[in-house]
């Protein structure tokens, strides 16, 4: 009885797991020792529309089973034959790509729940889920490529058909567009400024890049989908290139280029930016 999920909201960790608890209370008249000691304990953590039961199938999206260790709440001994009820828990690390509920996401009419089967030392069984709506957040967020190099160039001379390729992925669990920026690249007092860059999601000349980089973001139709798998990351590339403006003094030229994550899925543009060194 008592089946709780904590915390409430869920709020996951980019491209990692989250610790999320179920907690019930397990009672057996005989002694909670025929459950705790001589029987076993099944966990699920789901999302509601997914069928919470013991055959339920593992799917880091929405579908946590599987867990059967669990601790015992250090004043409940069970002990004896009148010590009849424990309150247990196990944590479950919840993946990044785990399907939002929040009432911004495709899954706003659900929530997560706890499901706990208790079963004694003679497979008799009770189970129990839990009835507090428990919310999992929308994340938005990403990782880029480390740098983008362009070489060497003489003033006046652009990168031509040449691109650099930046890879962008999803480390949320929503569908994301990108918002770029840039500094202007430096070198001492020598700059170049950041609109001198072009980028595009196909390969091409420098000329025919499709966008020019600005100093402050703008949003772009990217389309970076959420992975439904940690084995398999969502990603999507950008292509990239620059010109030395004429009268560009020779030196090695720095700067950064922002990339943020911009939700899809109607959440009011939350953003998780990553600096892109050029």
Do not use: H
Not at 122 to 142: F, H, K
Not at 252 to 257: D, H, K, L, M, P
């Amino acid at each position: 009885t008592a089946v709780a999920v904590s915390p409430s909201p869920i709020v996951l960790t980019e491209n990692a797991t989250t610790a999320v608890a179920v907690t019930a209370t397990i009672t057996d008249q005989n002694g909670c020792g025929n459950v705790i000691s001589s029987g076993s304990i099944q966990f699920v953590l789901y999302r509601t529309s997914v069928a919470a039961t013991s055959s339920c199938t593992f799917d880091g999206n929405a579908c946590y089973t599987g867990y059967a260790t669990f601790t015992v709440q250090a004043s409940d001994t069970c002990d004896g034959g009148t010590d009849t009820s424990a309150n247990v828990s196990t944590t479950i690390p919840v993946w990044y790509v785990a399907d939002p509920t929040d009432s911004s996401s495709t899954f706003s009419a659900d929530w997560w729940a706890g499901y706990v089967k208790a079963i004694d030392f003679s497979n008799a069984s009770s189970a129990a889920t839990s009835v507090t709506a428990v919310e999992l957040n929308t994340l938005t967020g990403l990782t880029v490529t480390a740098a983008i190099g362009y070489g060497t160039l003489s003033s006046g001379q652009d990168t031509g058909s040449t691109n650099q390729t930046a890879t962008t992925t999803n480390t949320g669990n929503s569908k994301i567009d990108i918002e770029f920026s840039g500094t202007d690249m430096s070198s001492s007092a020598l700059t170049i400024a950041a609109t001198n860059q072009r980028y595009g999601t196909s390969t091409a000349a420098y000329g025919s890049l499709s966008y020019q980089l600005t100093n402050t973001g703008t949003w772009r139709n990217i389309n970076v989908y959420d992975a439904t798998v940690t084995t398999t990351p969502s990603t999507s590339s950008t292509y990239w290139g620059i010109v030395a403006p004429t009268g560009t003094t020779a030196a090695a030229y720095t700067g950064t280029n922002t990339f943020t994550a911009v939700a899809q899925v109607g959440v009011g543009r939350q953003r998780e930016p990553r600096g892109q060194p050029e």
